[in-house]
């Protein structure tokens, strides 16, 4: 069986999203999502009404972002987010627009082709809140590797 890297990742906008202060972030979401798209190992990103998912309300606060997308791999999804100029400009940006959060991404393995739903998101982001990481829900700086790629020391000892 294949497996892909799903990730959530949620902010949690200082003012009211349609508020002026945070239309350099929202000027900004076509551009990345676009190269994010184009880049080396996508698969599936969340998208609403727009081609972003800022309209998707799936907390009680109206002010938090969901983002969600689907990976070849833990390093396409590294190179992306950490590599991409366009991207790491937004990420320096961030607390002009969104406060601070401790448990705001989470990482996964998926089945190939499985596209996460909102819930299963969400789930992923309290387990790692409650448990830490670990191999359903972890973090870019402790990864997991998919359930098929077994170690080679427990590989040699599984009976065929």
Do not use: C
């Not at 599936?44 to 009680?60: C, K, M, T």
Request: glycine share 4%.
């Amino acid at each position: 069986m294949q497996y892909q890297l799903a990730e959530i990742n949620i902010a949690t906008f200082r003012v009211p999203m349609s508020d002026p202060v945070n239309a350099g972030f929202v000027a900004e979401l076509d551009r990345v999502n676009a190269l994010a798209e184009s880049a080396p190992g996508f698969i599936w990103r969340l998208v609403g009404e727009g081609n972003n998912a800022l309209d998707i309300q799936a907390f009680d606060n109206p002010n938090v972002a969901i983002n969600m997308s689907v990976w070849k791999d833990v390093d396409s999804l590294a190179r992306f987010v950490y590599r991409s100029e366009a991207h790491r400009q937004i990420m320096r940006r961030r607390r002009e627009w969104f406060d601070r959060m401790d448990f705001h991404l989470a990482l996964w393995w998926v089945e190939a082709g499985h596209r996460p739903t909102i819930a299963e998101g969400k789930a992923r982001l309290d387990r790692l809140s409650r448990m830490g990481p670990s191999p359903d829900a972890f973090l870019f700086n402790k990864p997991f590797p998919p359930p098929n790629a077994l170690p080679l020391a427990r590989a040699a000892t599984v009976d065929f």
